[in-house]
């Protein structure tokens, strides 16, 4: 998947200049066309553009749908594991799937999609992905420490040099952002800081 994202990224950059790249639809510009939709009009010309959005369209339902679904297990292993609210472990009778947790994040999500802009949400969406990959690199780097003995059931080639600069990009991601968008990143802590106090209710406590 990383190497299908790099690579779309490098054709919208080899079919334009990275002025008009920089000048794509956005909340700064919100009139211009997509990325996407320029490439495709560079390459196949601008009959193809709304062919392509709807391949655009439907890939990103796509990815939403797989998304949620997967997200909605996170809530449910929690709750199962006894560290969040027991409804959240249920599951449907029938299907199987936490349905607990599907509709509480369905309505989450449509509270936070009419709550702001794209890139507000896309901002607080990357800010809160650094802020929990700084602790995981952390401990990834404590642990191999502390624990040298310890079997690896995963290889991590280039260590500690890949941690390290996982680490440092991650935190010049989160640097940048406070400086670039205080709003959303102080309401992205802000966010996050709020499950703080449910920890203690739930630490030690097992269902399994």
Do not use: H
Request: proline share 8%; net charge positive.
């Amino acid at each position: 998947m990383l190497a299908i994202y790099l690579a779309v990224n490098a054709a919208y950059l080899y079919a334009l200049p990275v002025w008009q790249v920089a000048s794509a639809n956005s909340t700064a510009y919100p009139e211009a066309p997509s990325v996407a939709a320029r490439a495709v009009q560079t390459f196949l010309g601008s009959r193809a553009a709304p062919v392509a959005a709807l391949v655009f369209l439907i890939s990103t339902v796509g990815s939403l749908n797989g998304t949620i679904l997967a997200r909605a297990r996170v809530s449910y292993a929690s709750a199962r594991d006894g560290l969040f609210f027991e409804p959240f472990a249920r599951l449907s009778p029938r299907t199987r799937v936490p349905i607990t947790s599907l509709v509480l994040l369905c309505i989450w999500a449509a509270l936070l999609a009419a709550s702001g802009t794209f890139d507000e949400l896309t901002n607080m969406a990357v800010m809160s992905y650094a802020l929990f990959w700084i602790p995981v690199m952390l401990a990834v780097l404590v642990l191999r420490r502390k624990l040298a003995t310890a079997p690896r059931p995963y290889r991590l080639p280039g260590y500690p040099a890949v941690p390290l600069i996982f680490l440092l990009v991650m935190v010049w991601i989160v640097v940048s952002a406070l400086m670039r968008n205080p709003k959303e990143s102080i309401a992205t802590v802000l966010l996050i800081l709020l499950g703080l106090p449910l920890y203690p209710l739930f630490r030690g406590r097992r269902l399994l």
